[in-house]
């Protein structure tokens, strides 16, 4: 399970990476909400997923906060979550008015010769 979250972050790292260095803004976006999306696991990932563990106690009985999830990564996660939509939408809004204001796509503002 852990190679596989380690795949995945390092996966949509990469991918995200690689697209914020291509030329148009719609690359750049997608390339943004993807590393966004790798720094979100990674961070839910910090806060441990226990397996195996009931997940509501049983009545009479104590719990150990050892074998409990760490609330504070899923909160902040899911604070990102948001915030990264709302950024998502207002860079779609100001990719749409440069593109009608310059005419293309591009980062600079001018195609590649």
């Given amino acids: 399970m852990e190679l596989i979250l380690a795949l995945a972050i390092g996966v949509l790292g990469g991918s ?25 696991l990674f961070i839910f990932s910090m806060g441990r997923f226990p397996i195996g563990a009931p997940p509501i106690l049983e009545p009479g009985s104590s719990g150990d906060p050892a074998t409990f999830a760490d609330p504070l990564p899923q909160s902040l996660v899911l604070t ?19 593109r009608g204001l310059t005419g293309g796509d591009h980062v600079d503002g001018r195609p590649p010769r």
Avoid: D, E, K
């Fill in 16 to 40: 995200g990476v690689w697209l914020l260095m291509r030329p148009r803004t719609f690359q750049l976006i997608i390339g943004l909400s993807l590393l966004s999306y790798a720094v979100n």
């Fill in 80 to 98: 990102a979550i948001v915030i990264g939509f709302a950024t998502t939408a207002l860079f779609l809004v100001v990719m749409l008015a440069a």
